[in-house]
């Protein structure tokens, strides 16, 4: 087989099968190593040449690291694409110590059968086009075919394993197609997602609808058109992911190249997070962190990294450095603390969306019943998220008003009997230096406070006091509301009650009665305290 068309007569016609193959990377390789590349491209094309010319493909066009193969029936080409792949795996490959593996091309291949009738030409036919885009959507040592190849395949699955990767739209085709991946039977080999149209964005699908917080997805949109880095510190189960991809689904269209949302883990880095959601492989020549750097450098894009940590700073910085166009929106418990990121603490839900949300979580758990209005509930705490969710199982069960009287009595220990609220509160509480605990302790004897009001407790003009209360705000313990007479400072009520209930028995008296003699409250405000059994149990709010 040569490099130019067969005649007209000796191609086949009817129904065909096409294959397309070309190198993943080639230029990268070509670049990284040179002369010896050519050696390599040679090797590769040597080889599928003896592999195709074995399955009586006819080759109609090879240009550069590419290969144009037409084969009279299905299953002869998918044994030729098999083939292929085992024979570029088993070549000896030039190595290097330096390399992390040798230098084996991964090739990527696709399969269309379909109906074409060649002319003198080749083949003019929207069936070669959509082969060629299927192996476009392929990665390095994949085969990718259509579901049309896979059907005049009779014998596809003998010693074959064929994985249904579901449907994707082609670039230039308007209707999906169904794609499949073929390996050899045994072979476990996991790829991301085809390369097929370009996403928008891959944000999470929701099981529920999402509700409220129109004012903070405001506030966001405005702060992320002047900002290249933002992260929203929450505590956890407050709510915080779903309102950066929900930011994200609606600011898709504004960023060229998409809004991509990237789950982080303790065992996983930015940057394989990275590029895993954006399907890039790894280079055997250099780190992965330069892989994504080179992929995002010229993209207009957004990245929503979910749960952000301290050891993330360095992949961070190294990515808003190089890609001018990449911004950063962040979801942690704490800030990055780099240089240029705004910190915003998510506050708790404005009452009526706290309601709107408690009344869907019950009427979830109520098997689809709407139990009413629920607005008492979220005012008594305080729009406080994980309140919520914890809550929503015990309405069907007693009904807002039933639910709200059990409140009143017990504060949440009658219906947080596994101590799901302390479990969410426990490990940010534990992080806190022992000032911020101390401050924290101190506020919790009020519903608001201002700067004035601490200055009365401690010297609030040290730089340790200050760090304590910025400490408090970032990790939502304590929510700021800007006014006139200036910041208050608000501790959610379960907030309270956790405090309370963790307090030691003496600095609970101890600040019981400070709070008393030297902060006068308003008398709806005020904490008692039941003078026999000073025990955090006791304290109640009136």
């Given at each position: 087989?040569?490099?130019?068309?067969?005649?007209?007569?000796?191609?086949?016609?009817?129904?065909?099968?096409?294959?397309?193959?070309?190198?993943?990377?080639?230029?990268?390789?070509?670049?990284?190593?040179?002369?010896?590349?050519?050696?390599?491209?040679?090797?590769?094309?040597?080889?599928?040449?003896?592999?195709?010319?074995?399955?009586?493909?006819?080759?109609?066009?090879?240009?550069?690291?590419?290969?144009?193969?037409?084969?009279?029936?299905?299953?002869?080409?998918?044994?030729?694409?098999?083939?292929?792949?085992?024979?570029?795996?088993?070549?000896?490959?030039?190595?290097?110590?330096?390399?992390?593996?040798?230098?084996?091309?991964?090739?990527?291949?696709?399969?269309?059968?379909?109906?074409?009738?060649?002319?003198?030409?080749?083949?003019?036919?929207?069936?070669?086009?959509?082969?060629?885009?299927?192996?476009?959507?392929?990665?390095?040592?994949?085969?990718?075919?259509?579901?049309?190849?896979?059907?005049?395949?009779?014998?596809?699955?003998?010693?074959?394993?064929?994985?249904?990767?579901?449907?994707?739209?082609?670039?230039?085709?308007?209707?999906?197609?169904?794609?499949?991946?073929?390996?050899?039977?045994?072979?476990?080999?996991?790829?991301?997602?085809?390369?097929?149209?370009?996403?928008?964005?891959?944000?999470?699908?929701?099981?529920?609808?999402?509700?409220?917080?129109?004012?903070?997805?405001?506030?966001?949109?405005?702060?992320?058109?002047?900002?290249?880095?933002?992260?929203?510190?929450?505590?956890?189960?407050?709510?915080?992911?779903?309102l950066v991809c929900r930011l994200a689904e609606q600011l898709s269209e504004r960023y060229h190249d998409g809004a991509w949302y990237v789950p982080?883990?303790?065992?996983?880095?930015?940057?394989?997070?990275?590029?895993?959601?954006?399907?890039?492989?790894?280079?055997?020549?250099?780190?992965?962190?330069?892989?994504?750097?080179?992929?995002?450098?010229?993209?207009?894009?957004?990245?929503?990294?979910?749960?952000?940590?301290?050891?993330?700073?360095?992949?961070?910085?190294?990515?808003?450095?190089?890609?001018?166009?990449?911004?950063?929106?962040?979801?942690?418990?704490?800030?990055?603390?780099?240089?240029?990121?705004?910190?915003?603490?998510?506050?708790?839900?404005?009452?009526?969306?706290?309601?709107?949300?408690?009344?869907?979580?019950?009427?979830?758990?109520?098997?689809?019943?709407?139990?009413?209005?629920?607005?008492?509930?979220?005012?008594?705490?305080?729009?406080?998220?994980?309140?919520?969710?914890?809550?929503?199982?015990?309405?069907?069960?007693?009904?807002?008003?039933?639910?709200?009287?059990?409140?009143?009595?017990?504060?949440?220990?009658?219906?947080?009997?596994?101590?799901?609220?302390?479990?969410?509160?426990?490990?940010?509480?534990?992080?806190?230096?022992?000032?911020?605990?101390?401050?924290?302790?101190?506020?919790?004897?009020?519903?608001?406070?201002?700067?004035?009001?601490?200055?009365?407790?401690?010297?609030?003009?040290?730089?340790?006091?200050?760090?304590?209360?910025?400490?408090?705000?970032?990790?939502?313990?304590?929510?700021?509301r800007v006014g006139t007479a200036g910041a208050q400072y608000r501790l959610p009520s379960p907030v309270r009650w956790y405090v309370h209930r963790?307090?030691?028995?003496?600095?609970?008296?101890?600040?019981?009665?400070?709070?008393?003699?030297?902060?006068?409250?308003?008398?709806?405000?005020?904490?008692?305290?039941?003078?026999?059994?000073?025990?955090?149990?006791?304290?109640?709010?009136?």
């Open positions: 087989m040569g490099n130019t068309v067969a005649p007209g007569s000796q191609l086949p016609s009817g129904q065909v099968t096409f294959l397309f193959t070309d190198i993943e990377g080639s230029t990268r390789l070509a670049c990284e190593l040179g002369e010896t590349y050519r050696k390599i491209l040679n090797d590769h094309r040597r080889l599928l040449r003896e592999v195709f010319t074995r399955y009586t493909g006819t080759e109609l066009l090879t240009e550069g690291d590419s290969f144009f193969v037409a084969f009279r029936d299905a299953n002869t080409g998918m044994r030729a694409a098999l083939a292929a792949q085992a024979a570029l795996g088993a070549h000896d490959w030039p190595a290097d110590p330096k390399w992390r593996e040798p230098a084996r091309p991964k090739v990527r291949m696709g399969l269309h059968t379909g109906h074409a009738t060649p002319d003198q030409h080749g083949y003019a036919s929207s069936t070669v086009h959509r082969a060629a885009r299927i192996c476009s959507a392929a990665h390095g040592d994949q085969i990718l075919c259509s579901q049309s190849t896979l059907d005049a395949a009779p014998d596809a699955k003998r010693g074959t394993t064929v994985k249904d990767l579901g449907l994707h739209l082609l670039r230039g085709f308007d209707d999906a197609e169904r794609l499949h991946q073929l390996t050899p039977l045994g072979c476990s080999m996991a790829f991301p997602p085809p390369a097929a149209v370009r996403r928008q964005h891959n944000q999470p699908a929701f099981p529920d609808a999402f509700v409220g917080r129109a004012k903070e997805l405001n506030t966001l949109t405005s702060i992320l058109k002047g900002h290249r880095v933002t992260t929203v510190t929450a505590l956890p189960k407050a709510g915080k992911t779903r982080l883990s303790e065992e996983t880095s930015v940057a394989k997070a990275v590029a895993g959601a954006l399907g890039l492989r790894e280079d055997p020549f250099r780190p992965l962190l330069s892989v994504v750097i080179e992929a995002l450098r010229h993209r207009r894009c957004l990245l929503v990294l979910d749960d952000t940590r301290e050891a993330d700073r360095c992949d961070v910085t190294a990515i808003i450095a190089e890609c001018p166009n990449v911004t950063v929106l962040a979801a942690s418990l704490r800030p990055l603390q780099l240089s240029g990121e705004v910190k915003w603490a998510l506050p708790t839900m404005e009452v009526p969306d706290a309601a709107a949300l408690l009344r869907q979580r019950a009427k979830l758990a109520a098997g689809g019943v709407d139990l009413g209005d629920c607005t008492a509930i979220a005012a008594y705490v305080d729009g406080f998220v994980p309140a919520i969710n914890i809550l929503a199982p015990t309405v069907p069960l007693l009904g807002p008003a039933g639910l709200m009287r059990l409140l009143q009595c017990n504060n949440m220990s009658a219906v947080d009997k596994d101590g799901a609220l302390s479990k969410i509160l426990d490990a940010t509480y534990g992080a806190l230096t022992s000032t911020a605990a101390k401050l924290l302790q101190e506020m919790s004897q009020h519903r608001e406070v201002t700067v004035d009001d601490m200055r009365r407790w401690r010297d609030m003009e040290t730089a340790e006091s200050m760090h304590a209360l910025l400490e408090l705000v970032d990790t939502s313990l304590v929510s700021i963790i307090m030691p028995r003496p600095a609970l008296v101890t600040s019981f009665q400070s709070m008393h003699n030297d902060l006068p409250l308003h008398s709806h405000e005020r904490l008692t305290a039941d003078e026999d059994l000073l025990t955090p149990s006791a304290w109640v709010l009136h």
